[in-house]
């Protein structure tokens, strides 16, 4: 542990006696969402099961609530719903992760847990940080016991890399199969193209290229966080594309994030089309997903976008942090589109219900679900008073419409082509809004911020359902 490292560490403790307190009081913190406890938070990273208990690392701008200096946070859970603070296991305390501990990823094996991550370096001078000025490092750091990682190693640089890229190649994403690892990371092309670079190694420290992966005609100038997996025997390729301009209602947002299928042997394609995106909200970007010893595939996902501080903001930003991520999401393959669906372990954490027939209006629980059905025809659901989720039946489009500014914090409105609704799950925990529409065939995500007595629900149209909340 370097003089550097330890100077974060005292800093960090500092902060931390600071926001206990302040997080007791905050109106707006969630119950079942993972918040940072100061600062800016965006990707997870490193999301594993180890020896039964469950990790997610973040992003962390630990100082900084508008963002800045990128640390790795971490929490551990034994049920994906209630986190516990671990504390921060990667700071930038190295020449080659000095500017930032970038995004990354988990590999656990029987001696121990190994986060992969982009180390990144910013050079002082007249650069682009694109073309020159920037280092992006793979780095490698061991941990025995998934909580303290005393040992980071360089594994490659960008003289690593295929010559044809720009300095923007990160986030690697790393498994095992078939006795061999492999890696992900993505990338920018000299010719602004996005790509998903593919490597392997025997001993998880000396990587071989293989080949990218890429679409036919350009598809955005940058792919982030990728993540490669299989699930019901289909192989997934998940990226978070940037520079893709909006297409009607798709791609509304500043970046999105989506998945293909891959056909044949991921070894050996490297072509892939069919690009449909993971979420319709406003607040979604850079998920990664991991393999639970049961054999679930669990997703979670940054529930925030980068860069829309201009059009929405987040009103916890007064008090010290902003964004959240996702609940986690269990991942299936339903009629050739990949469903995402509260992991099994929130149904059971709900023990109070409110049954509902045809329209409804009354006070809910700040964290609740709304299970809903419908019976055709033009479907609302309006949460706090100035947050409309609708189904248009006679153009087959879902809306998630924000009437009320302040609740939205700027977010207007978001609409998906579904064809027919026939069911709706809407979470909702204090500031977090999950809606998962026919078995998660189409999930819209967003942040809203109601007042203490804002709390309410108001249904129209043929619907029937619960409405359920947790009391211990």
Known sequence: MNALHMLWEKLIEEQSARWKEDAERDLWRPRIHIAPPSGWLNDPNGLCQYRGVYHAFYQLAYFQPEGGLKFWGH??????????????????????????????????????????????????????????????????????????????????????YPKDLTKHVRDPKVWKQDGRYYMVQGARTKQ???????????????????????????????????????????????????????????????????????????RDTELIGGFRELDGGF???????????????????????????????????????????????????????????PVKELDGWWNREIHIEGAYCGVVDPCCELALRTEGGDVKTVLSGGLTLRYEESKGIFWMEFTDPLLGGGRDVRGRQIGKLTEMRIVVDVSCVEVFLNGGKDVFSTRFYPEKDQYHVRTEGGVHGVIRYHRD
Not at 202 to 229: I, Q, S, T, V
């Open 75 to 160: 929490c551990t859970s034994r049920d994906l719903l209630h986190w516990e603070f671990q504390g921060v296991p990667l700071c930038p305390d190295q020449p080659f992760d000095c500017h930032g501990a970038y995004s990354g990823s988990a590999l656990t094996e029987e001696e121990g847990m190994y986060l992969f991550y982009t180390g990144n370096v910013k050079l002082s001078g007249d650069y682009d940080y694109v073309n020159n000025g920037r280092e992006s490092n793979t780095v490698m750091a061991e941990s025995r016991d998934g909580i303290h990682f005393d040992r980071k190693e360089l594994l490659m640089t960008n003289a690593d």
């Open 192 to 266: 602004n193209e996005g790509t998903v670079l593919l490597f392997s190694s025997d001993d998880k420290k000396n990587w071989n290229y293989l080949h990218r992966f890429r679409m036919e005609e350009p598809f955005g100038y940058m792919w982030e966080c990728p993540d490669l997996y299989e699930v019901d025997g289909h192989v997934v390729l998940a990226v978070s594309p940037q520079g893709v301009e909006q297409d009607g209602l798709k791609y509304a947002n500043k970046y999105q994030s989506g998945v293909c299928f891959l056909s044949g042997d991921f």
């Open 283 to 341: 607040d979604f970007y850079a998920p990664q997903s991991f393999r639970a010893d049961d054999g679930r595939r669990i997703q979670i996902g940054w529930m925030g976008m980068p860069d829309m501080e201009h059009l929405y903001k987040n009103r916890t930003l007064k008090r010290g942090w902003q964004n959240v991520l996702t609940i986690p999401r269990e991942l299936s393959v339903r009629d050739g589109v990949l469903c995402q669906n």
